[in-house]
């Protein structure tokens, strides 16, 4: 077992007077910096989060009012209007991309950790390029392709082409958690009579469940925020609610408490989603390099 | 061999167990070649929403379409020489260079910074660890947006608190000489907590005893940092920086949000001069060659990222 240092015990206070003063000092150093970290991080979502609640004049005053009279009227007009079909867009989207990455991506997943299959190493260098890769190589081509398939402004080309990057993300991070379930598990649900399919969904995918649900909230937060291939994939119909917000952006007479409340019904569904599921969280953003 | 052969060798089935052959008997065709089947839709879907768009791509390259020219062919290598002509380019590739390796750098020291502030673990570093994680849960049009109110020269927070605080307050978005460290400035936003919550990760499941017996020889906190935490935390950190390398290449939404890319092309880097050329300006062909050159240019310092972690 290892002793934590934070656990070790305080040496007496009178021994070294200057050390501890050193340590005091070190300390409110530390603190001085987090807080004005902490400050940069919070300042634009204190923005968001006040503003939205503002009226349209209130909410270009200054000095800013920190309280005025809150008002719901921003989110009622905009749930009302045409940005509410934007948002119910960016959830249809967000559900399908995200069930399609899990329904291909965890048997392939599972099949790259548990069978040799041939060429898996020019498949796993493929995937990394096909997620690193930026956008802007699949989706411009993608524009022209739809363009003559009539698939611009459907749910099913955002869809497709956010797969581009979520599905080789999917397998990828699924093959390593599959990977940290013993081989005996699996075969012992074989040998009981189970078939590969059965002992997939019954034996082993239970045992990953924390990371589907890591890897299906990062794949939904992604599609949910996704703006590039947004903006050019859909139209009137489809548009999602991150490209509703910039058209909001466009106007000369920026409504900024409306566009606030745009802001941040974007950012609370994905916050609310993040702090459900949370575990797993960083390993998931690093491939599962880094455990957590 | 010293291993005696006998102990790896699997034992036959016991008389009357249910052998594993006859478990695999009765298995039907699809459980037999499961492994590659369940493979199959992802490997296929991958394939073919990957090399349709990379070789259309490639193709519209070599091409001179536009909205009033149609037609693919003749290919040419002309859009590959326009694009060693254009100083434009030049200008644009200046700026993602100058975008990328500010980025990338200062997110990583100041990430790598605020992961080692934040090691000890108490109830007030509880918070911050909190605070510092909330930025990678926000679409980065939230995010965009905010900063774009904020740094509003006119009405925005930020240069009315300069204001009382008798600090200059530059244009921020507006000059050409502030307006891309800027808009830098908000990705370090998004950026830096990507970079802080991985190496705090690293760091807390770093074993503990190789630093406790340095603190027993004495080590300062520099060498300690240098021959015993550095190295632990060496490949997270690498991965950090190989994660905020693909994001500073593929930022678009800050661009076009917060600045279009002007004033005039000083904010046009090579991801957002390939969505101008091809959609706003249709140059469809010009654009695919961009967005190859993009590819190419961004696997430079990816393969140096690479080779790094791969370094013992």
Same mark, same amino acid.
């Given at each position: 077992?290892s002793i934590?240092a934070?656990?070790l015990?305080?040496?007496?206070?009178?021994?070294?007077?200057?050390?501890?003063?050193?340590?005091?000092?070190?300390?409110?150093?530390?603190?001085?910096?987090?807080?004005?970290? %902490?400050?940069?991080?919070?300042?634009?979502?204190?923005?968001?989060?006040?503003?939205?609640?503002?009226?349209?004049?209130?909410?270009?005053?200054?000095?800013?009012?920190?309280?005025?009279?809150?008002?719901?009227?921003?989110?009622?007009?905009?749930?009302?209007?045409?940005?509410?079909?934007?948002?119910?867009?960016?959830?249809?989207?967000?559900?399908?991309?995200?069930?399609? $990455?899990?329904?291909?991506?965890?048997?392939?997943?599972?099949?790259?950790?548990?069978?040799?299959?041939?060429?898996?190493?020019?498949?796993?260098?493929?995937?990394?390029?096909?997620?690193?890769?930026?956008?802007?190589?699949?989706?411009?081509?993608?524009?022209?392709?739809?363009?003559?398939?009539?698939?611009?402004?459907?749910?099913?080309?955002?869809?497709? $082409?956010?797969?581009?990057?979520?599905?080789?993300?999917?397998?990828?991070?699924?093959?390593?958690?599959?990977?940290?379930?013993?081989?005996?598990?699996?075969? $012992?649900?074989?040998?009981?009579?189970?078939?590969?399919?059965?002992?997939?969904?019954?034996?082993?995918?239970?045992?990953?469940?924390?990371?589907?649900?890591?890897?299906?909230?990062?794949?939904?937060?992604?599609?949910?925020?996704?703006?590039?291939?947004?903006?050019?994939?859909?139209?009137?119909?489809?548009?999602?609610?991150?490209? %509703?917000?910039?058209?909001?952006?466009?106007?000369?007479?920026?409504?900024?408490?409306?566009?606030?409340?745009?802001?941040?019904?974007?950012?609370?569904? $994905?916050?609310?989603?993040?702090?459900?599921?949370?575990?797993?969280?960083?390993?998931?953003?690093?491939?599962?390099?880094?455990?957590? | 061999?010293?291993?005696?052969?006998?102990?790896?060798?699997?034992?036959?089935?016991?008389?009357?167990?249910?052998?594993?052959?006859?478990?695999?008997?009765?298995?039907?065709?699809?459980?037999?070649?499961?492994?590659?089947?369940?493979?199959?839709?992802?490997?296929?879907?991958?394939?073919?929403?990957?090399?349709?768009?990379?070789?259309?791509?490639?193709?519209?390259?070599?091409?001179?379409?536009?909205?009033?020219?149609?037609?693919?062919?003749?290919?040419?290598?002309?859009?590959?020489?326009?694009?060693?002509?254009?100083?434009?380019?030049?200008?644009?590739?200046? /700026?993602?260079?100058?975008?990328?390796?500010?980025?990338?750098?200062?997110?990583?020291?100041?990430?790598?910074?605020?992961?080692?502030?934040?090691t000890?673990?108490?109830?007030?570093?509880?918070?911050?660890?909190?605070?510092?994680?909330?930025?990678?849960?926000?679409?980065?049009?939230?995010?965009?947006?905010?900063?774009?109110?904020?740094?509003?020269?006119?009405?925005?927070?930020?240069?009315?608190?300069? /204001?009382?605080?008798?600090?200059?307050?530059?244009?921020?978005?507006?000059?050409?000489?502030?307006?891309?460290?800027?808009?830098?400035?908000?990705?370090?936003?998004?950026?830096?907590?990507?970079?802080?919550?991985?190496?705090?990760?690293?760091?807390?499941?770093a074993p503990r005893d190789p630093i406790e017996a340095a603190l027993v020889d004495g080590a300062g906190v520099w060498a300690r940092f240098r021959y015993v935490t550095f190295p632990a935390i060496?490949?997270?950190?690498?991965?950090?920086?190989?994660?905020?390398?693909?994001?500073?290449?593929?930022?678009?939404?800050?661009?076009?949000?917060?600045?279009?890319?002007?004033?005039?092309? /000083?904010?046009?880097?090579?991801?957002?001069?390939?969505?101008?050329?091809?959609?706003?300006?249709?140059?469809?062909?010009?654009?695919?060659?961009?967005?190859?050159?993009?590819?190419?240019?961004?696997?430079?310092?990816?393969?140096?990222?690479?080779?790094?972690?791969?370094?013992?």
């Open positions: 077992m934590r934070d656990k015990p305080t040496p007496p206070a009178s021994r070294r007077p200057r050390r501890i003063i050193q340590r005091a000092s070190g300390g409110v150093f530390t603190y001085v910096l987090l807080i004005i970290g %902490a400050v940069f991080v919070l300042l634009p979502l204190f923005w968001l989060l006040s503003t939205a609640f503002k009226t349209p004049a209130a909410a270009f005053a200054l000095p800013p009012k920190w309280i005025s009279k809150p008002t719901t009227s921003n989110f009622t007009t905009l749930l009302t209007g045409q940005f509410g079909h934007s948002v119910l867009n960016s959830l249809i989207v967000a559900a399908a991309s995200t069930a399609v $990455a899990l329904l291909l991506g965890i048997p392939a997943g599972y099949s790259f950790a548990r069978a040799p299959v041939r060429g898996s190493r020019i498949i796993n260098s493929w995937f990394i390029l096909a997620y690193v890769a930026p956008p802007a190589v699949f989706i411009i081509p993608l524009y022209i392709i739809y363009q003559h398939l009539s698939l611009l402004d459907t749910y099913w080309g955002l869809v497709l $082409a956010y797969e581009t990057g979520l599905l080789p993300f999917t397998v990828w991070l699924m093959r390593v958690y599959f990977a940290e379930v013993p081989r005996e598990l699996d075969e $012992a649900a074989w040998i009981d009579g189970c078939s590969k399919m059965r002992a997939l969904w019954r034996v082993v995918l239970p045992t990953v469940w924390p990371g589907v649900s890591t890897v299906g909230l990062l794949v939904g937060l992604a599609s949910w925020g996704e703006y590039f291939g947004a903006a050019i994939l859909t139209g009137p119909r489809t548009q999602t609610a991150p490209v %509703a917000v910039y058209s909001f952006v466009g106007t000369l007479t920026t409504n900024w408490s409306e566009l606030a409340a745009a802001g941040l019904i974007v950012v609370v569904p $994905a916050l609310i989603a993040t702090i459900a599921v949370q575990r797993g969280f960083v390993s998931g953003l690093t491939f599962g390099a880094v455990k957590q | 061999m010293t291993v005696p052969a006998t102990q790896t060798r699997i034992s036959p089935p016991e008389p009357g167990a249910p052998s594993r052959i006859a478990a695999l008997r009765n298995w039907s065709v699809f459980d037999r070649r499961f492994f590659g089947l369940a493979a199959l839709p992802a490997f296929l879907a991958v394939f073919v929403i990957t090399v349709v768009p990379l070789v259309v791509g490639l193709g519209l390259s070599f091409s001179s379409v536009t909205s009033t020219h149609n037609g693919v062919l003749p290919l040419t290598f002309a859009n590959y020489k326009h694009i060693f002509d254009d100083s434009e380019v030049h200008t644009v590739l200046i /700026n993602t260079l100058i975008y990328v390796v500010l980025a990338v750098v200062l997110e990583t020291l100041l990430g790598l910074g605020l992961a080692l502030l934040m000890r673990k108490n109830r007030a570093i509880s918070v911050f660890r909190v605070i510092f994680l909330l930025p990678l849960t926000v679409a980065g049009v939230a995010a965009a947006i905010s900063w774009d109110a904020l740094l509003n020269t006119s009405q925005g927070w930020v240069d009315y608190f300069l /204001n009382l605080a008798h600090l200059p307050q530059p244009n921020w978005l507006a000059s050409a000489t502030t307006a891309l460290p800027s808009v830098v400035l908000v990705d370090l936003w998004s950026g830096v907590p990507v970079v802080t919550v991985i190496v705090l990760a690293a760091l807390i499941s060496r490949p997270a950190l690498v991965l950090a920086a190989l994660l905020r390398t693909v994001a500073a290449f593929q930022q678009f939404a800050l661009f076009q949000i917060l600045t279009g890319g002007g004033p005039g092309l /000083n904010t046009t880097v090579l991801n957002f001069y390939v969505y101008q050329q091809t959609i706003v300006f249709n140059n469809i062909g010009y654009g695919a060659a961009l967005a190859i050159l993009l590819l190419v240019v961004m696997a430079v310092p990816l393969v140096i990222l690479f080779v790094l972690s791969r370094r013992r």
